[in-house]
Structure formats: C-alpha cells, structure tokens
C-alpha cells in the first residue's frame, strides 16, 4: 500500500472570500398601482418593456408608460425594477408605505419614480427617501398649476424651504417626464474612464418642451426645480439638474458613490485579511485601501487636482495643492488613546477630495475693433 504524500510534502489550499459587490448606483425603480405584480412577489427586474410584456403587461398600464419613457432616453439605461402599490380603496397602504416596501423586498435600486403620486405623496417620499439606507434619490413630475403661479406652499417651494438632498422635481404637462432624467441618470452612470456627467441641458427623449416664458422657467428654478423647455428655437434642453435643496445631482450621485465605495473597499479589507494589525503599517494598509477608490473617482472624472481652500486637515493645509484631487490622512497610532486602542479602533482617517466640478454657464465678452 503506498504511504500518503502528506507525510513529506503537505499542501493546504486556502481560498479568499468574495469580495463584497458594490452598488452600481444605476438601477432605478418605478412603483404604480396596477395588479401584474403581487404585493407579496412585490418588485420585479426587467430589461425592457419586451420582457415586460412577456409578463403580462399590456402597455397600457401607467408603470409599462413609465418604462417606455425610462428605456428611450440615450444611453439606454440596461434594467428597471417594476414595484406593485397596493393602493386598494379599503386598506390600502400609503405611496410611501409602497415605496417602503419596496426597498425592503430589494435593496438594490438607487433612484425610484412613484406613478400617480400627488403633492401629499411626494412630501411624504421624500422625507422618507431623505435618510433611507441604502442611499437613494427620488425623482417626481408636477403639472400645479400652484408652481407656475408661484403660490405659496406649492411642493416645489415646500421641497426647498425643507432642504431635500435627494429629490428631484420636474415641472411638466407630460406624464412621466422626470422618469426621463432618471433614465438618463441610471443609463449614463457606467463607471467607465471619464464618465461622469451632469443633468444639466440634456435631451428628454419621448417628453414634450414646456412652453413657458422666462418669468415663469425662473420661477421653478427658484424653486430648484427642473424643466424640460426651448432655447434659441433650436434647443430642447433640461434646466437645471438639481435637487430640491439646490445641489446638483451628480454631486449627490458622485459623493454617494465614493462614500460607497470607499466603505466596501474597507469591509473587504477587513474581511479577507487574517488581521490588520493595530500598528503605524496596518493604518497605512487601510490608508492604501481607500486611495484605490478615490483613483475610480479621478479616473470616471468626479475629482480632479486643484487647490484645497477647505479647512486644514491634518498635514494638508488651505492653499495646498492636490495634484491627484484627492489625499488620504490619518492620525498616529502614539496619539490614540487606551480606551480606543482596547477597543481595537483605528484611528481617524480622513478623505479630502476636490471635486471637478462642470461649467454650465459661461459670459463671452466679444471685443471689435476696425
């Protein structure tokens, strides 16, 4: 009988763990009433309206309208989730309660678009979506007439006055027209070299200009609302891609990105490590980590080198330059404290990243002479 090689030459295999999936932040979600779904199978993933329609849907059902709206706009966006409201007369739920619900049946999506929500609705989605985990936007259409009166209380003005970060609105007379902006969004975040956009005088494809004057375009967009109007006879333009707290969207989007990926980068870190150890070297193990996402950033175009005209943080001071748009910091071990050290704590690190940024206004002075 022949004898084991173990006993001279023994071989372990020693496999790591998958790496923990990050978001791809392009995944939105529209929520509507209509019975093809059960509230019990609640949300379902679909790559087109063909699917759909392989499902049972007939198109003529205000989610199936939305998706074709969501699925037309260039870059396509590659998947939607359907979610069911069961907004039946005797106890029913709330759309936020649908929207709730949906984000407990599947965490996966980023921006979510309620059809037939009114003016309660959206207030109450937005306060929702406002701290939800994961992080989230949410996209809605008005056609108050309230808005273009300018009246008190309207849902833009309301939306403002309490410093929404993750709504966007859109005054339109078209149905479904902020879908067409989350389409975009979701279709247009790839996270490919030099990626990054804005919403800001972009094509609403399916979705009809408003005819309105100056006065009244400026009225919603103070409001930090958004329109889909004319410009120079010519243009058909989306102003201004912001949210309802005056913020841009592919800020809120970018910055929930790297915080994204910053944090699973660390997670996996730890996790697939046997340990980092508590030490000068296992700080910088976890410093190397972080910078690994910041480079994604710079490379899709979110951050850029500048100068940092922030406060100091640590070793970096205002003035500084970041040549790489970012810098990663942290504290010494020798300053960190016994209780944090039992407690098996890094010390703080900090990310101070410059953004990018993007010009959508420019003055051209043209001087003549003869």
């Known amino acids: 009988m022949s004898q084991s090689l173990n006993d001279i030459v023994n071989v372990t295999v020693q496999v790591s763990p998958l790496s923990t999936v990050n978001s791809g932040f392009n995944l939105g979600l529209i929520v509507g009433p209509s019975t093809v779904i059960s509230t019990a199978t609640r949300v379902k993933l679909y790559s087109g309206t063909d699917d759909m329609l392989s499902d049972g849907w007939t198109g003529a059902e205000p989610e199936y309208k939305a998706a074709q709206i969501y699925f037309s706009q260039s870059p396509r966006p590659g998947k939607i989730l359907i979610g069911r409201w069961d907004d039946a007369e005797t106890d029913g739920e709330t759309a936020v309660q649908a929207v709730m619900a949906c984000r407990a049946a599947n965490s996966d999506w980023f921006a979510a678009y309620v059809c037939g929500a009114v003016k309660a609705d959206v207030l109450d989605i937005a306060a929702y979506i406002e701290t939800a985990v994961p992080m989230s936007v949410y996209f809605y259409t008005t056609k108050d007439a309230d808005v273009l009166a300018g009246t008190a209380g309207n849902v833009m003005e309301t939306l403002k006055a309490l410093k929404r970060h993750r709504t966007f609105g859109q005054y339109s007379t078209s149905d479904y027209a902020a879908v067409a902006a989350m389409g975009y969004a979701m279709g247009a975040n790839t996270g490919l070299n030099n990626s990054a956009f804005t919403l800001a005088y972009k094509s609403e494809v399916g979705i009809l200009p408003e005819v309105l004057t100056t006065a009244q375009v400026n009225t919603i967009k103070g409001y930090n609302g958004n329109v889909y109007t004319s410009f120079g006879a010519t243009y058909n ?62 490379r899709r175009g ?61 003055v051209i002075g043209v001087v003549v002479n003869r």
């Open 237 to 298: 333009l989306l102003v201004q891609g912001v949210m309802a707290d005056g913020v841009s969207f592919d800020e809120v989007l970018n910055l929930a990105v790297l915080t994204n990926d910053i944090q699973i980068s660390v997670i996996n870190a730890l996790t697939q490590a046997p340990k980092i150890p508590q030490t000068e070297e296992g700080v910088s193990m976890l410093v190397t980590t972080i910078t690994e996402p910041c480079d994604a950033a710079r």
């Open 302 to 362: 979110v951050i850029a080198p500048g100068v940092w005209k922030g406060a100091p943080v640590l070793g970096l001071a205002t003035g500084d330059t970041l040549s790489t748009g970012y810098m990663v910091l942290a504290e010494t071990m020798a300053s960190q404290s016994q209780a944090d050290r039992d407690a098996r704590k890094a010390p703080p690190i900090y990310v101070a990243v410059k953004l990018a940024g993007a010009i959508e206004h420019v």
